[in-house]
DNA sequence: CCTTGAGCCTGTATCAACTACAGACCGTAG
DNA sequence: CTACGGTCTGTAGTTGATACAGGCTCAAGG
């Protein structure tokens, strides 16, 4: 009978299975993002897929750029599955507003950078105006 | 006569003549970005308009993404000036790239994230695209 | 049986860039 | 005189990890 499924992971196989790095996974661990796991006889962590999926969602999420406090109120609603969809939606919004108020400030950052480096000569000189504009702002 | 320009400033005038934080105005003395001041005979800090200036110096840079490190050597070539424009500009250059690299980054998650969140009903219902985009992955 | 190496455990320190607070002192106006 | 607002220092907290120290355990190879 194939129970591979439900082998008994140790922490390494856990970050291998996902990529993780080990001490993040500890350090999820006590801020409460991921479980604190079984632990066998001799107080080795025992993880299983549930982890591994669980790990994988908060690793996603951050991906996206979820901050751990939004992707605590995420894990929440996907623990408890009542009215999920609206509010996730919700908290989904608004970090997207978040990403696009980010893109809006880097791209009028780029567009002062590259203007101004564009003024730049390159020489050896002692005049820039990059530094001009930094001072005179 | 009107010497308005070398008045002693206190931290507060400082602070309230650059926008910057009180706090942030030590910080700064700590870790070098800013001068040590001279100090009274109580031992008050004195600032006076050069402070003005390169405060403002690193709160328009910090404005335009770049790091205390970056910063600390913007500043390192405007005091000692020679070579400057060149080695300005590969700064600034390369602080440039990093923006746009942020930028990619950030339209990326922005382009997952509205076609995941379009995908959302938003209705009472437990089922959710978000939630199963992240699971699922 | 013993050693070796890999893995486990905990706790603590470090990073950026600030922010905030505690506890004490000072200086001036009413 | 006392209240208020300013100053000083030192230290802790924030976010999201990462790293290391010091010690324990386990499985495989000789």
Redesign the interface.
């Known amino acids: 009978m194939d129970n591979r499924s439900v082998k008994a992971l140790r922490r390494v196989d856990l970050a291998r299975a996902t990529g993780c790095n080990l001490e993040t996974i500890r350090y999820y661990e006590t801020v409460g993002i991921m479980p604190d796991p079984p632990r066998t006889a001799k107080g080795y962590r025992s993880y299983d897929d549930i982890h591994v999926?669980r790990l994988?969602?908060v690793m996603?999420?951050r991906?996206?750029?979820f901050s751990l406090e939004e992707i605590r109120g995420?894990l929440g609603?996907?623990d408890d599955?009542?009215?999920?969809?609206?509010q996730?939606?919700t908290v989904?919004?608004t970090?997207?507003e978040d990403?696009?108020a980010?893109?809006a400030d880097?791209?009028r950052?780029?567009r002062?950078?590259?203007e101004?480096?564009a003024r730049?000569?390159?020489?050896?000189?002692?005049?820039?105006?990059?530094?001009d504009a930094?001072?005179e702002?």
């Open positions: 999926k994988k969602f996603r999420s991906d996206l750029g995420l609603l996907v599955r009542s009215q999920t969809c609206a996730v939606q989904a919004e970090h997207l990403v696009q980010k893109i880097l791209t950052i780029e002062v950078l590259s101004t480096v730049c000569t390159g020489d050896a000189a002692p005049e820039c105006a990059v530094i930094l001072l702002g």
